[in-house]
């Protein structure tokens, strides 16, 4: 191996779960050679179940189904089953909220708040079946609302906090959602994000709603339209704090979440309820090494799959004590989350490269004013981690004592698939190192045919797994064609990777219209489609600019309608459009107009040679079935 090769410590190697590369691989192979004993003996240990299953798994390519013929119920595995051990007493969640203000949930306290909810929505006529939109701020509540609607059967999607009304409206369409669970506001840098106005706006538009829930967070006046808007407190005056958890399929829908696809319609990604529990549950062992004793904290947002599966279901299925923070990282100052660090002594800390180049970029005078000393473990997420970032985090804030798990998955993915078992795998920075258990990665060209060593090339997943994808809501055929169709018989990430003379693999980046913009996902035809609404704009091609902070940046390229523009505020206009059709974090960076866009003879728009451009500044690929030459130095010059 290279000499860029961190193996773990020999005391950490004696106390994880799985000890030393013999022990990942003897566990890989098993579950390679024997999937159905493998994941129906970890099933029947790690989950509680009603009834059952027959089969682990029956695969009809591309639909799955695990632990057929089971019953069992994701807000029972996260709580009731805790309640007659001594994790009962144990913290399940510490909060603190931007202000300052704190709550400590222990796990016997928030079985009261998810059943007290359940009540009020099972009051309200909601049951196993209806879909639930979840807009909030990261509070306790947003949890208990999640864990209320599994506790009931119904669906729930939550939609991130920084999406506007508009981006808010598609998902309640998508989904004919009857109920929205909402707070009056939240804090983001002291600032208060009116979440309900934005719920106000948005519901002019869905006649299908029949409740807003609104929970009282920020204290701001909000009008509540009457026969509609209810609060959350009043509501639950007067509930029993015991609701039953509702005996599901383990199939039973959990969650539709949304997420960028290569179109400008972003698709809701469905996962069910037994294999999903089952993969983030294993996933807390496997790569957080997770102990019952540690405090974990992973800094994601809610609204994003990572929150999904790494702050609520896995995190509280496994029984961990998890810390939830509302705001930003700079709120008061650059310190705050070594504050917290120091404060709740936090053993595992997981964040986005995104995250670390931005505190990074700060100076090491931040963490160094705290006692960082509880850490032992730290993990990455959502894009390849740079070099820099890679070292800054270990040697700062890990004091070049903590392994760094760097861990790549996907929405659709559900859970971890590629990531090292800290106690065995020898880390290589940038690396996301090897699969998990029962994960059959690869990396091919598009006729399936295997990349030699070193070789780039598609990543690809040869088999089901228990937290795949199960299919986009309302559109199985969407979900055969992108996933299952491009390479035959395997499931296709959208990545390019590849892999080294160890196995290990090398995640490079999308390969699709996707950008990765501060971890977040964004489809390029997404923010096109919300540029040409304007009415200024003749046509939008959008492409990601690599950007040292964000990882990619928007950069769009507009053609107007007609002349005469004052460019200087069309373009803070055009930005402040974005933000209002999908929301701020999506504005792009740099709006460049221009005459004419390059095309080939059939019309289509040629982004690689605008990517080429931004990141370049020149163009030197193929351009031969490019239409007009003189769009291209105009552009680059
Ligand atoms: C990228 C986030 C490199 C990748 C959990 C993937 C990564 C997309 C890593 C999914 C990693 C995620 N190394 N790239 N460790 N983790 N990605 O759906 O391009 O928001 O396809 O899920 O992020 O983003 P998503």
Redesign the pocket.
């Known amino acids: 191996m290279s000499q860029d090769t961190y193996p773990p410590s020999a005391d950490f190697v004696s106390k994880a779960h799985v000890s030393g590369m013999e022990a990942y691989q003897a566990l890989y192979e098993r579950a390679e050679k024997t999937p159905e004993d493998f994941w129906a003996e970890l099933a029947e240990k790690e989950l509680f179940w009603f009834r059952k299953w027959t089969h682990a798994f029956e695969w009809h390519p591309p639909f799955v189904k695990w632990f057929v013929g089971g019953t069992t119920n994701a807000s029972y595995n996260c709580l009731d089953r805790h309640l007659a051990t001594p994790r009962k007493d144990k913290l399940a969640i510490i909060w603190e909220g931007e202000p300052g203000d704190q709550r400590a949930i222990t796990y016997q306290e928030l079985h009261r708040l998810v059943c007290r909810f359940a009540n009020v929505l099972k009051a309200r006529g909601y049951k196993a079946g209806d879909r639930a939109i979840i807009y909030m701020p990261m509070i306790p509540e947003l949890p208990v609302a999640m864990l209320a609607c599994a506790r009931l059967g119904i669906m729930h999607s939550v939609v991130f906090g920084g999406f506007s009304a508009e981006a808010l409206k598609a998902r309640i369409q998508d989904l004919d959602a009857t109920a929205v669970i909402t707070a009056d506001g939240g804090w983001r840098r002291g600032k208060e994000v009116r979440l309900k106005d934005a719920v106000d706006e948005a519901l002019v538009d869905c006649p299908g709603v029949r409740d807003v829930i609104v929970c009282r967070r920020t204290g701001s006046d909000v009008p509540m339209q009457e026969g509609r808007d209810l609060w959350w407190h009043e509501l639950e005056q007067g509930v029993s704090d015991d609701c039953p958890a509702v005996e599901l399929d383990a199939e039973h829908p959990l969650y539709a979440l949304y997420?960028?696809g290569t179109t400008g319609r972003p698709k809701g990604?469905l996962h069910t309820t037994g294999g999903y529990l089952l993969q983030t549950t294993m996933t807390m062992k496997w790569v957080f090494d997770l102990k019952d004793e540690d405090i974990y904290w992973c800094a994601a947002d809610i609204g994003?799959?990572?929150g999904h599966?790494y702050i609520v279901y896995g995190p509280l299925s496994a029984g961990a004590t998890s810390v939830i923070y509302e705001g930003a990282p700079d709120t008061p100052a650059w310190d705050r989350w070594w504050s917290m660090v120091e404060k709740y002594k936090v053993n595992i800390l997981y964040t986005s490269?995104t995250a670390i180049r931005a505190l990074l970029r700060q100076g090491d005078e931040w963490p160094n004013k705290h006692d960082l000393s509880s850490l032992r473990l730290l993990g990455?997420?959502?894009?390849?981690?740079n070099p820099a970032a890679w070292e800054w985090y270990h040697r700062v804030v890990g004091k070049s004592r903590c392994p760094i798990v760097?861990?790549?998955?996907?929405?659709?993915?559900g859970s971890?698939l590629?990531?090292p078992m800290p106690g065995a795998v020898p880390l290589k920075p940038g690396s996301?190192t090897l699969p998990m258990p029962g994960v059959i990665a690869d990396i091919v060209d598009l006729d399936g045919k295997p990349a030699r060593a070193g070789q780039e090339g598609y990543?690809i997943i040869r088999r089901p797994w228990p937290s795949m994808i199960r299919t986009i809501w309302g559109d199985p055929k969407r979900y055969e064609d992108q996933y299952w169709s491009r390479v035959p018989g395997a499931y296709f990430?959208?990545?390019a990777a590849r892999r080294d003379e160890d196995g290990y693999f090398w995640?490079?980046?999308?390969v699709d219209d996707?950008m990765?913009v501060s971890?977040?996902?964004l489809s390029t035809m997404e923010v096109e489609s919300a540029l040409v609404k304007h009415p200024a704009v003749a046509e939008a091609a959008v492409v990601g600019k690599p950007d040292e902070l964000t990882g990619q940046a928007v950069c769009a390229f507009v053609t107007l309608k007609g002349g005469g523009w004052d460019y200087d505020n069309l373009g803070s206009e055009l930005r402040d459009w974005v933000g209002h059709e999908i929301g701020k974090f999506a504005r792009p960076a740099e709006i460049r107009f221009t005459d004419a866009l390059p095309k080939t003879r059939s019309g289509k728009i040629m982004r690689r040679l605008l990517r080429e451009i931004v990141t370049t500044h020149s163009v030197t690929g193929d351009v031969t079935t490019l239409e007009d030459f003189t769009v291209v130095t105009k552009l680059s010059g």
């Open positions: 997420t960028s990604i994003w799959v990572t599966s490269p990455s997420v959502g894009e390849p981690i760097d861990t790549w998955w996907q929405t659709e993915t971890i590629i990531a996301a990543l990430t959208g990545d995640v490079l980046g999308r996707v990765n971890g977040h996902r």
